[in-house]
């Protein structure tokens, strides 16, 4: 879960874990006692995400490194083209369409 959505989540518990403490009756002592702890656990992770969030924002961010690729030369593209040439040679001798692999239909 990311800090931000936890925080807030903590947020709500402590307050309805207060809220639930505000409207307790004063004889169910011992019951008042577990919420407050539980109040004090909430606060303690609170503080300790608040900390992480902290060490984390100091990082700068990273850069996107740059591709270590280069453009196709006039070479390649020409290698491209005479092979692309071929199999559209083979393709019609064979009476097949060279991009879909179907008969060719005849026509007249």
């Known amino acids: 879960m990311k800090a931000k959505k936890a925080l807030k989540r903590l947020t709500k518990v402590e307050t309805i874990l207060s809220n639930v403490i505000d ?29 992480r969030v902290a060490r ?17 030369s006039a070479e390649g593209k020409k290698r491209i083209s005479v092979a692309a040439k071929k199999r559209w040679a083979q393709a019609k001798r064979k009476g097949m369409n060279a991009v879909t692999g179907r008969p060719l239909s005849k026509t007249a």
């Open 56 to 72: 984390a924002a100091k990082k700068p961010p990273a850069r996107a490194q740059e591709s270590a690729r280069g453009r196709i």
């Open 23 to 51: 409207e307790l009756p004063v004889s169910a002592r011992g019951l008042r006692e577990l919420l407050d702890s539980a109040r004090a656990s909430v606060v303690r992770a609170k503080s300790t995400v608040n900390a």
